[in-house]
């Protein structure tokens, strides 16, 4: 019997590119539906704003701060950026910092 070991998935899609997420506060209107798919991901503060989570689920609070999009995650933060009234989640690849989701996404 063989065991296969699941490669890490941590910021990965289904094609090997690595994707993180940003949101831009300035815009963030703090409905709150981001930490509602997603809530692994995403975070309101006491100051009413959405915020990304490191993988150790500390809120991020740096502008412009990033995470990794984790692949069993990759629809709900996706979805999250589809639905923001705010278009303040911006979601891009690592290697080149293409906005793949999100307001600036072509």
């Keep these: 019997m063989t065991v296969q070991q699941e490669?890490?998935?941590e910021g990965i899609t289904g094609s090997g590119e690595a994707l993180e997420v940003w949101i831009d506060q300035d815009l963030c209107t703090?409905?709150?539906i981001c930490a509602q798919y997603a809530?692994?991901?995403f975070e309101l503060d006491i100051?009413?704003?959405a915020y990304v989570k490191s993988s150790d689920d500390e809120l991020l609070q740096s502008p412009g701060a990033t995470t990794p999009v984790p692949?069993?995650?990759l629809r709900d933060v996706v979805d999250s950026a589809r639905e923001c009234p705010g278009?303040?989640?911006h979601?891009?690849?690592v290697s080149d910092r293409i906005?793949?989701?999100g307001p600036d996404a072509e």
């Design 39 to 41: 809530p692994e991901v």
């Design 87 to 89: 278009d303040c989640i």
């Design 91 to 93: 979601v891009r690849r």
């Design 47 to 49: 100051d009413g704003l």
């Design 7 to 9: 490669a890490p998935t």
């Design 30 to 32: 703090g409905d709150g």
């Design 71 to 73: 692949l069993p995650l």
């Design 99 to 101: 906005e793949v989701y």
